[in-house]
């Protein structure tokens, strides 16, 4: 069974950090580009980073300078290093095949909150 499942969510403070994960089973990820998504209560779901089969990445004007992605192929594993984190960033974040039709996940909660 092809299966992508996010962990590393969860209660941080505003300025703190978090590394998510997106574990990879039934499927070789190195060719594909894959991504990071994130939605918050009653916004639409939004680009977080995407990053190539050859290391190439973009990421979303609200993570900038402050998110990292990165992948191993090898582990079949995407990260997500989310460093600053603001109030703003509370959401529920899923990884996927980028520009390539699949389901979403659960996904992983994450909460900035004092």
């Known amino acids: 069974q092809v299966q992508l499942v996010e962990s590393g969510g969860g209660l941080v403070q505003p300025g703190g950090s978090l590394r998510l994960s997106c574990a990879a089973s039934g499927m070789l990820i190195g060719i594909y580009e894959m991504g990071w998504h994130r939605q918050a209560p009653g916004k639409e779901r939004e680009l977080v980073a995407t990053?190539?089969?050859?290391?190439?990445?973009n990421y979303g004007d609200a993570v900038k300078g402050r998110f990292t992605i990165s992948r191993d192929n090898a582990k079949r594993t995407v990260y997500l290093q989310m460093n600053s984190l603001k109030p703003e960033d509370t959401a529920v974040y899923y990884c996927?095949?980028?520009?390539?039709?699949?389901?979403w996940g659960q996904g992983t909660q994450v909460t900035v909150s004092s």
């Open positions: 990053i190539t089969t050859d290391g190439r990445i």
């Open positions: 996927n095949l980028v520009k390539v039709y699949r389901h």
